[in-house]
């Protein structure tokens, strides 16, 4: 059924085409109720506006705190005009009704994420905006809900269409948009207050994200997909700024968080190198040019098509060597003007920077959906240094075993569990990725570093001489034994297994050297 507009209520903090909307509905008679700044921006524009002070004959309060809860605006708004009871109830109070409703929020998520103090950000958390939206959303049989300016033009048309009047439809599926907008609004402010108080698990909990993209298809062509931001301002790939190619697909998206993440944990410069979200090369060096060389090296192969992440400005130098392999996604802090010249001739290649790096040891939550429900935990931000580590062997590991233990444990850290990773002068030489069984991992990776030798010519395997980091402890001595094989000097792993003086036997008999560092890191 079609509703006829013929008085609105405008409050808006995003005031973006506010003033063309407020334009068209004056010219189509309706009369405009506004407030503060909506008011003043409509007024300046030459827009007839009424005060709602004067509307309800009470001025604003407690510093505007208190200016539409008024049964004047509530009444209007929530009166069903099919129902006697209602209608008498506006002539014996002098309720005007409110047809039409374009309400969005104190910038809340602005508030907090520009860094302003407590009492600022308490102070930016609507009251009457939500009151307004939720009561226009409820009574969609009579009143129109806009929350979002983008919605502006889809009103417009249909009023012209149909005399002034929104059909049924319209109504409804914009109510479900602003019932969206304020619970998202309030999850902000819940999750907001629940981390200034220290708390990580309320009793309920809520999830608000807007949204960025719809996404062609999810990780095959018949799932539906699209991509939310959330307030964590955390750089990376939702917040990047493409320069250039392909729309991102689901499992771009996915790859592409993976790479940065990785490359976020190193202060020199580093380049990683991802396909289906297991890194196939990460390497540092004295320049991005240098690490790139030495990530691909570790696993050409599974590169073509991968996903490339820095840490550092990508440069012209750099640049032209990703240039000559087929990639899809780079991802950077930021590419200079030689580099996006370089990119500029592989139009289907997506280049995204980012503007900064996020910070590894940050606090937040990551998700994982189950049947019934949902799994929260922890980022993790686990980070262990050479001060942490416990020789467990007779022979200690040398200065540059124990550089290589401490890059190779982080890069395990973004390796599908079971992980080994094989590393030797500051890169990566084989990795064996989420393997049911530990020992299986160890000799994918060694596998893997001897095709990789192979590839480039040299006589013996890259593993030669390297050290071995595992995600978990060694369950059993054979997982250690495969890496030693594989010509590994050193171990890094956790510890803690039943088997630990086993395997502390098994890795003094083969004349290695090993750490524990009491933490893991499973990447399930």
């Known amino acids: 059924m079609s509703e006829t507009i013929r008085r609105a209520l405008v409050s808006v903090s995003d005031k973006s085409g506010l003033v063309e909307f407020g334009k068209f509905l004056a010219d189509q008679g309706i009369e405009i109720l506004s407030t503060g700044g909506s008011a003043k921006a409509l007024k300046d524009a030459g827009v007839p506006v009424k005060e709602v002070s004067a509307h309800t004959g009470f001025p604003e309060i407690m510093d505007g705190r208190v200016k539409t809860l008024h049964p004047k605006i509530h009444g209007g708004i929530l009166a069903r005009r099919d129902l006697k009871t209602h209608t008498d109830a506006m002539t014996e109070h002098d309720i005007a009704p409110i047809d039409l409703v374009i309400v969005n929020l104190y910038p809340f998520e602005a508030t907090v994420t520009s860094g302003a103090d407590y009492e600022t950000c308490v102070e930016n958390i609507d009251i009457g905006g939500p009151g307004m939206v939720r009561a226009a959303a409820k009574n969609h049989g009579f009143v129109t809900i806009i929350t979002d300016p983008a919605d502006y033009q889809l009103v417009i048309d249909e009023m012209k269409a149909q005399g002034n009047s929104t059909s049924a439809e319209l109504r409804r599926k914009l109510a479900a948009s602003a019932y969206s907008h304020t619970a998202r609004y309030d999850s902000m402010i819940s999750n907001w207050l629940q981390s200034e108080c220290g708390i990580d698990f309320p009793r309920e909990t809520t999830l608000g994200g807007k949204h960025k993209q719809s996404l062609r298809y999810g990780e095959n062509p018949h799932q539906v997909a699209a991509v939310y931001s959330s307030i964590d301002a955390r750089p990376g790939v939702v917040t990047a700024k493409q320069l250039q190619g392909k729309e991102l697909s689901y499992n771009n998206l996915n790859d592409t968080d993976a790479a940065f993440e990785l490359v976020s944990e190193f202060e020199a410069p580093?380049?990683?190198?991802?396909?289906?979200?297991?890194?196939?090369?990460?390497?540092?060096?004295?320049?991005?040019?240098?690490?790139?060389?030495?990530?691909?090296?570790?696993?050409?192969?599974?590169?073509?098509?991968?996903?490339?992440?820095?840490?550092?400005?990508?440069?012209?130098?750099?640049?032209?060597?990703?240039?000559?392999?087929?990639?899809?996604?780079?991802?950077?802090?930021?590419?200079?003007?030689?580099?996006?010249?370089?990119?500029?001739?592989?139009?289907?290649?997506?280049?995204?920077?980012?503007?900064?790096?996020?910070?590894?040891?940050?606090?937040?939550?990551?998700?994982?959906?189950?049947?019934?429900?949902?799994?929260?935990?922890?980022?993790?931000?686990?980070?262990?240094?050479?001060?942490?580590?416990?020789?467990?062997?007779?022979?200690?590991?040398?200065?540059?075993?124990?550089?290589?233990?401490?890059?190779?444990?982080?890069?395990?850290?973004?390796?599908?569990?079971?992980?080994?990773?094989?590393?030797?002068?500051?890169?990566?030489?084989?990795?064996?990725?989420?393997?049911?069984?530990?020992?299986?991992?160890?000799?994918?990776?060694?596998?893997?570093?001897?095709?990789?030798?192979?590839?480039?010519?040299?006589?013996?395997?890259?593993?030669?001489?390297?050290?071995?980091?595992?995600?978990?402890?060694?369950?059993?001595?054979?997982?250690?034994?495969?890496?030693?094989?594989?010509?590994?000097?050193?171990?890094?792993?956790?510890?803690?297994?039943?088997?630990?003086?086993?395997?502390?036997?098994?890795?003094?008999?083969?004349?290695?050297?090993?750490?524990?560092?009491?933490?893991?890191?499973?990447?399930?």
């Open 270 to 524: 580093t380049i990683a190198i991802i396909k289906h979200a297991n890194p196939c090369g990460v390497a540092t060096g004295d320049n991005l040019s240098d690490a790139y060389k030495a990530a691909l090296a570790c696993d050409p192969v599974s590169a073509f098509g991968g996903i490339i992440a820095t840490n550092r400005t990508m440069d012209a130098a750099t640049a032209s060597q990703v240039a000559d392999l087929f990639a899809e996604v780079i991802i950077a802090p930021d590419v200079d003007e030689e580099a996006r010249a370089i990119f500029a001739s592989k139009k289907n290649l997506r280049v995204l920077i980012t503007g900064a790096m996020p910070n590894p040891a940050d606090r937040g939550m990551t998700m994982k959906t189950i049947s019934g429900g949902f799994l929260l935990q922890g980022r993790d931000n686990g980070r262990i240094t050479a001060a942490d580590l416990k020789v467990v062997t007779k022979r200690a590991p040398t200065e540059q075993e124990l550089a290589d233990m401490l890059f190779s444990f982080r890069v395990g850290k973004h390796v599908k569990s079971n992980a080994i990773v094989y590393v030797k002068n500051g890169a990566t030489v084989g990795i064996g990725a989420g393997q049911m069984s530990r020992v299986d991992s160890s000799r994918i990776a060694a596998w893997k570093g001897k095709e990789a030798a192979e590839a480039a010519g040299h006589a013996q395997s890259v593993t030669v001489g390297s050290v071995v980091s595992s995600d978990a402890f060694f369950p059993f001595a054979d997982g250690l034994l495969a890496a030693a094989e594989a010509g590994a000097t050193a171990v890094i792993q956790p510890g803690g297994s039943m088997r630990d003086d086993e395997v502390i036997a098994a890795a003094d008999k083969a004349g290695l050297a090993m750490v524990f560092t009491g933490m893991r890191h499973f990447r399930h």
